[in-house]
C-alpha cells in the first residue's frame, strides 16, 4: 500500500461546535497508511531517505511499549526493504507483551529489551556508539522520530493546507511534530498543543534544541515557542495512561464522526479541545484545524473496553 498525500481535511459536524458558532476541521493524516499513519511517516520520510543514500545495515530506534514510532519503523522497514531495530524500554517485556510489540516483531523488527536505567542513556554519545560497536554500521532515530529530519518531515503538513484557520491543534509526545508545525506559521496563525505527558512543559527545551538545529536564531525560536498556547491539564495522569471518561469519549467521538481517535495522543487532543469549547474559550465564528497524527494501534489493547462498532473497525 503506498503513502496516500496529501492527506485530506474533513470538517467535523457537531451540535456543540454549531451552539457555539464554530467550524472545526481535522487533516486526516491518520490515512496517510494504514501502519505508517500519520505523523510517524512524516518523521521517518527523510531518515528513509537517507538509509537509502547511506551505508548502513539497519536503522535502530527507540521506543516504550506501546510506540507508534516503534511500530511504524518496524512497517517502514518490511515495507523499503530496511532491516530495523527496536531498543524498547522495560527489561521485563518481550515480544508477545501486547499486540504493538508483537506486530514489529512480525514486520522484522528485532527487539533488544533494556531496562529503564539504560534506556534513559538512549540520546548519549557514548550509549550510541557501544550500539553501533556491537550492531554494526547503524542509522539511529531518537525516540519518536525527534531531530531535525524528523521536523523536517512535519513542516510539510502546513505546506498540503490552502484555507485559512484562527487555530491549529496538535497532540505532542516529543514536540517534534509540532516543531515542525511552529517553524511554517505564519505570524497571526494560534497553535495549540496538547501534550500527552504529565508536566509536558519539558516540550520548550526540545523545542529549542530542535529550533537550534535548524539554524534559528534564538531570538525566533523564543517568540515561537512563547506564541504557542500550551494546554497542560489533559493528560490524564500521563504517557498512556487514560480513565473510563476518556475511552467512553472515544467510542462516543467515534459514534459521530466515523473517526478512530487512539487514547495515548488524539483522544487526549480531541477531548481537551472539546472540554476548551464548551467552556465557551473560543470566539464565535473561530475556525480550528485539528491534526490527527494517526497511530492507533494500541488500541488494540482496549478492545474490551470499546463499543462493538469500534471493536470492529479496530481489530478488522
Not at 131 to 156: A, P, Q, Y
Request: net charge negative; proline share 2%.
Amino acid at each position: 500500500m503506498l503513502i496516500k498525500l496529501p492527506s485530506p481535511i474533513q470538517k467535523l459536524n457537531s451540535a456543540l461546535y454549531e451552539k457555539h458558532g464554530l467550524e472545526v476541521w481535522m487533516k486526516r493524516d491518520d490515512l496517510i497508511h494504514a501502519e505508517i499513519s500519520g505523523n510517524k511517516w512524516r518523521k521517518l520520510k527523510f531518515y528513509i531517505e537517507k538509509y537509502k543514500a547511506g551505508n548502513f545495515n539497519a536503522l535502530l530506534t527507540f521506543g516504550g511499549a506501546f510506540s507508534n514510532h516503534i511500530a511504524a519503523t518496524a512497517a517502514a522497514g518490511k515495507i523499503y526493504n530496511i532491516p530495523s531495530i527496536g531498543v524498547i524500554r522495560g527489561e521485563e517485556l518481550n515480544a508477545s507483551s501486547n499486540a504493538t510489540l508483537k506486530k514489529a516483531s512480525e514486520n522484522g523488527m528485532k527487539l533488544i529489551f533494556v531496562s529503564r536505567e539504560e534506556y534513559s542513556y538512549k540520546e548519549e554519545k557514548e550509549y550510541q556508539q557501544n550500539l553501533r560497536d556491537k550492531l554494526g554500521s547503524l542509522l539511529i532515530v531518537n525516540e519518536g522520530g525527534f531531530g531535525f529530519d524528523g521536523m523536517l518531515g512535519c513542516t510539510e503538513i502546513l505546506n498540503e493546507v490552502e484555507e485559512e484557520f484562527d487555530f491549529y491543534a496538535v497532540a505532542a509526545g516529543t514536540g517534534t511534530t509540532l516543531a515542525g508545525l511552529a517553524f511554517g506559521l505564519e505570524e497571526n496563525d494560534k497553535l495549540m498543543c496538547f501534550p500527552a505527558l504529565k508536566g509536558g512543559e519539558f516540550l520548550k527545551e526540545n523545542l529549542y534544541k530542535l529550533f537550534a538545529m535548524a539554524g534559528i536564531p534564538n531570538d525566533e525560536a523564543n517568540e515561537r515557542i512563547q506564541s504557542i498556547h500550551w494546554e497542560l491539564d489533559f493528560h490524564f495522569g500521563g504517557y498512556a495512561k487514560y480513565s473510563k471518561e476518556l475511552i467512553d469519549f472515544i467510542n462516543d467521538f467515534f459514534d459521530e464522526h466515523e473517526i478512530v481517535l487512539d487514547h495515548i495522543y488524539n483522544g487526549k487532543l480531541m477531548y481537551g479541545l472539546n472540554k476548551k469549547i464548551e467552556r465557551g474559550e473560543f470566539q464565535s465564528g473561530t475556525k480550528i484545524l485539528v491534526l490527527h497524527t494517526g497511530g492507533v494501534q494500541g488500541l488494540k489493547s482496549l478492545s474490551k473496553r470499546l463499543s462493538p462498532e469500534l471493536r470492529e473497525v479496530i481489530e478488522g
